[in-house]
């Protein structure tokens, strides 16, 4: 008697083993967990990237000990990381795939985990940032765009095929470039941008739920930071605000002719200013209604900067510049309009602050360093001359 090749006992074992397999495959991509192996706190703790031993990799360091782990082991070369809330995890771009081409990861804040692509498309990634919940939001070719921790698919934030069909302003505003450098209120419902043209690059805020534009100012560079506070501070390299934000409004069919003119009128009016404050640097405080409320003239022109977390400080790098131009790290208030403090005079690439506003991290001469806001103590060297670090970011995990 032949045996049954199918019944309802084979079909059971059948439908098991895909249901396993399957199952592998998942915990596989996500790095495969272990309920008992959770992350350990990242309180107090910064993460960087360290080049060293022919690769960069993501590493962790705890300030108070000088000790470091790493995170990475790979050729991907590792950048601009950001932490989640509750720092767990680390989302940062690498090249991934056989184009080389920069994907935004996610990984654990811990060692061995696994480093894993969220986005996959041939186009160049730049500067994630998590927001709102476990939403991570990313520069790709000039547009924001979002994914999440969880997800597989990525979401077209600003500007939107759509939004530049139907919206002249829109359409005119991308005309010259896309989008250099980009920043988002907590909840990712605000987006600061800034907007290549070609004389100058436009800084404009969109805000997503009833999809208003306005213009702040211009300039050569723009650098800018979103505060707790739902205001934004915004650095002017060769520029400077607007007195008061110009909100464009899309424009009736019968009066487009009439809107483009004035709008190309607009654009040429910013280029023009930002030619005329050639050299010029200032550092501005724009509340959440986007009015100026503090402006710093700047005898030098900042590599990079960082607001505190208790919104009251910044701190402020730079690496180069103009003959009899200082270098160094500089600290100042961030409300009351006077010239920061000179911390250190060896140039500085990039800057961060600890969850307390007590410590600044920097890179310095490719060396890591620590010093306390006051800077009256040696700073703790986390690299000790080795390799060449790079990003920055401190841990917001509080202590337990």
């Given at each position: ?52 031993d022919g690769q960069t990799d993501i590493y962790l360091a705890d300030p108070k000990t000088g000790a470091t782990e790493r995170l990475s082991n790979d ?326």
């Amino acid at each position: 008697m032949r045996p049954k090749i199918f019944t309802f006992r084979n079909f059971l074992l059948a439908l098991m083993a895909v249901g396993t397999f399957g199952g592998l495959a998942y915990w596989g991509s996500k790095g495969f967990p272990l309920p008992f192996a959770a992350v350990p706190s990242t309180a107090g703790k910064l993460a960087f990237t360290w080049e060293k031993d022919g690769q960069t990799d993501i590493y962790l360091a705890d300030p108070k000990t000088g000790a470091t782990e790493r995170l990475s082991n790979d050729k991907a070369r590792e950048a601009e990381l950001d932490f989640s809330q509750d720092g767990q995890h680390l989302t940062f771009t690498a090249e991934r795939g056989e184009s080389s081409v920069r994907q935004v990861c996610l990984t654990e804040a811990a060692p061995g985990r696994k480093l894993i692509a969220l986005t996959t498309t041939q186009s160049t990634k730049e500067f994630p940032q998590f927001r709102g919940e476990g939403k991570i939001f990313f520069l790709d070719s000039g547009k924001v765009g979002s994914t999440a921790k969880d997800a597989s698919d990525t979401d077209a934030i600003f500007p939107t095929v759509e939004g530049k069909r139907d919206d002249l302003n829109l359409e005119m505003l991308f005309a010259e470039g896309g989008i250099s450098q980009f920043a988002t209120s907590k909840d990712g419902e605000i987006i600061l941008a800034a907007v290549k043209q070609e004389r100058t690059q436009i800084l404009a805020v969109y805000l997503k739920q009833d999809k208003t534009l306005a213009l702040l100012g211009s300039a050569h560079e723009l650098k800018f930071q979103a505060l707790s506070d739902g205001s934004f501070v915004v650095l002017f390299n060769g520029g400077s605000p607007l007195k008061e934000a110009i909100q464009l409004q899309p424009p009736a069919e019968d009066k487009k002719d009439e809107a483009r003119g004035a709008l190309g009128g607009l654009f040429k009016m910013l280029a023009d200013q930002s030619e005329a404050m050639e050299g010029q640097s200032f550092l501005v405080h724009f509340d959440s209604g986007f009015k100026p409320s503090g402006v710093v003239p700047l005898p030098f022109a900042p590599t990079s900067f960082s607001v505190a977390p208790n919104n009251q400080l910044v701190a402020i790098a730079v690496a180069d510049g103009p003959a009899g131009t200082p270098t160094g790290l500089f600290v100042g208030s961030l409300s009351q309009q006077e010239q920061p403090q000179r911390l250190t005079e060896t140039p500085v690439t990039s800057v961060g602050w600890s969850p307390d506003s007590g410590s600044l991290a920097y890179v310095s001469g490719g060396e890591l360093l620590v010093i306390p806001t006051g800077g009256a103590e040696t700073p703790t060297n986390l690299t000790k001359g080795v390799g060449k670090a790079g990003s920055l970011v401190w841990s917001p995990a509080k202590a337990k």
